[in-house]
């Protein structure tokens, strides 16, 4: 190999500049390589979710079964076990955008629970005897991006129900609970939107803590049933921490997608332009 020795100080210094020149596009091409497989695996673990085939999916993305493999085991932005803050926030913005495109309706990244739906709508919380942070079940809401709209989700329960309060302490838990869907107009006025129309039975929207499905799974299946209907994609934090399981036989090979309900009242699912 040669060495520097005969080179000039000032070509040294050119030599030294090109080759940091080639190694800070290397640092560059492997971060937007992990960018990339980060989207690729978020994109994928969401149309698992919707029902969609591996097999159809490798299709879409021209993957073979190794790359997808290892896309869904690198959605969120870790190195060596350590948050990398620089490369998530890439990741997130990049992720935004894809879901401003995928559909005119947008979840609100930064609220997760009943309490914090209730906070930004002005809602009353009737007689709930607690204070409103105890409001713990999940909750969600979707703005339209043109008109402001919005679609919520939340409880005016919390995860164990309603508490009897004796002398100002809670002596138990009815242990029931139940969500409302309802549409929020630009001017803020809310109404109820009826379940049926996101293909969900009449009784989806109830839960009970013990010895039934739990607040999750009551909101799980609505908040799937908006998707499916009105097409938003889950805000960053949650899709990076969908479960990258193994499909089953079932979702393996052609697409199986779930007849869409009937249109929903008032509600436009128009892809934004």
């Known amino acids: 190999m040669q060495s520097d020795a005969h080179l000039t100080a000032a070509m040294l210094a050119v030599v030294d500049a090109l080759r940091g020149g080639v190694d800070e596009a290397q640092r560059q091409l ?8 980060a989207i690729t ?14 097999g159809y999916i490798k299709q879409i993305f021209d993957l ?3 790359v997808m493999a290892a896309a869904t085991g690198e959605t969120g932005p870790m190195i060596d076990g350590v948050q990398d803050w620089q490369l998530r926030a890439e990741i997130e913005q990049l992720w935004t955008t894809v879901r401003r495109r995928a559909s005119v309706w947008l979840q609100t990244d930064d609220v997760a ?21 105890a409001l713990d079940t999940s909750g969600a809401e979707f703005v339209h991006q043109t008109s402001g709209q919005k679609i919520v989700v939340y409880s005016l329960q919390g995860s164990n129900g309603t508490p009897t309060i004796i002398d100002g302490q809670i002596r138990s838990w009815d242990n029931y609970g139940s969500y409302k869907v309802e549409f929020v107009s630009a001017a803020a006025g809310r109404s109820p939107l009826d379940l049926l129309s996101f293909g969900l039975g009449g009784a989806a929207n109830r839960f009970r803590s013990q010895g039934g499905n739990g607040h999750r799974e009551a ?37 199986h997608i779930a007849p869409p309900g009937p249109a929903v009242p008032g509600l436009d699912t128009t892809l934004p332009s």
Do not use: H
């Open 113 to 133: 629970t009943s309490s914090e739906v209730i906070r930004r709508n002005g809602i009353d919380t009737g007689s709930w005897p607690l204070p409103i942070e």
């Open 64 to 66: 073979d079964a190794d």
């Open 41 to 54: 695996g978020m994109a994928i673990l969401t149309l698992r979710q919707r029902d969609l085939g591996d």
């Open 219 to 255: 909101f799980g299946l609505i908040v799937a049933a908006i998707r499916r209907i009105c097409g938003p994609l889950p805000p960053y934090a949650e899709a990076a921490s969908l479960e990258a399981a193994d499909p089953s036989p079932s979702t393996v090979g052609a697409p």
């Open 30 to 37: 492997e971060r937007a390589q992990r960018v990339q497989r």
